[in-house]
């Protein structure tokens, strides 16, 4: 079946560092990947849609230049979460849309931010 | 927009009894429908899904699903729940095979042994 990666797992930084999460579709060439913010006990917020080739597209109340998503290739699509705080600590899932079955979204395992 | 609610917020339930997570959402427009289960610190795992065709829907760990057009619902059962189905469970309801995908707030299921 499709599957998709993300990496790190976990990551833990100091405020004020950048933190880059990596998504990559493994068996597959994903052409829309979608990013997306848990906390606690929530939903999945969408942050931003991106696209190969192209600009992300933001959902209103997310900051673009906090949270630079840049999608270069069919299979690997990355988040940088630039001078992060500790507010930023949260749960990352990339999903990604692609390949036989458009109509399903494959989910990534996660990230772990914490920002001390 | 669509609109997808879950009503339960938290479902415990006593192990090998029978189980229902339900979902409603807004639009009566054609939709896909899924169901996803996340463990702790875990994405996403598709447990089934409901394009087209028959209106019950059998996935994975023995759920199934029944989309009621009418009713705009598409509730997730289970006859005998596990200690293992102790998870988060989210309905999602996508316009098309292009279009975003929408989430309900999730229904934390907790199998009591």
């Known amino acids: 079946g499709a599957v998709v990666s993300q990496h790190p797992s976990w990551v833990i930084c100091k405020s004020g560092t950048s933190v880059k999460i990596e998504c990559r579709s493994l068996d597959f060439q994903a052409t829309t990947m979608f990013w997306y913010r848990q906390f606690p006990k929530q939903s999945l917020m969408l942050m931003a849609t991106?696209?190969?080739?192209?600009?992300?597209?933001?959902e209103q109340g997310v900051e673009k230049d906090k949270f630079l998503i840049n999608h270069a290739s069919l299979t690997l699509s990355t988040l940088t979460v630039t001078s992060a705080h500790p507010e930023d600590s949260s749960f990352y899932i990339c999903?990604?849309?692609?390949?036989?079955?458009?109509?399903?979204?494959?989910f990534g395992e996660g990230s772990r931010l914490t920002v001390l | 927009a669509q609109s997808v609610t879950q009503l339960d917020s938290q479902v415990p339930v006593f192990e090998e009894a029978p189980v229902e997570l339900r979902c409603n959402y807004s639009?009566?427009?054609?939709?896909?429908l899924f169901w996803y289960v996340q463990y702790p610190n875990q994405g996403l795992q598709l447990l089934l899904k409901?394009?087209?065709?028959?209106?019950l829907v059998k996935g994975i760990n023995g759920f199934e699903a029944e989309f009621n057009k009418s009713q705009t619902s598409f509730h997730l059962r289970k006859p005998s729940v596990h200690i293992s189905d102790t998870a988060e469970y989210f309905c999602a309801v996508s316009e098309g095979t292009g279009n975003q995908f929408y989430f309900g707030t999730g229904t934390s299921l907790t199998v009591i042994p």
């Open positions: 991106s696209n190969e080739g192209s600009k992300a597209t933001y």
């Open positions: 999903s990604a849309r692609g390949g036989l079955r458009t109509g399903e979204l494959f």
């Open positions: 409901y394009l087209s065709g028959s209106t």
């Open positions: 639009s009566s427009v054609s939709v896909y």
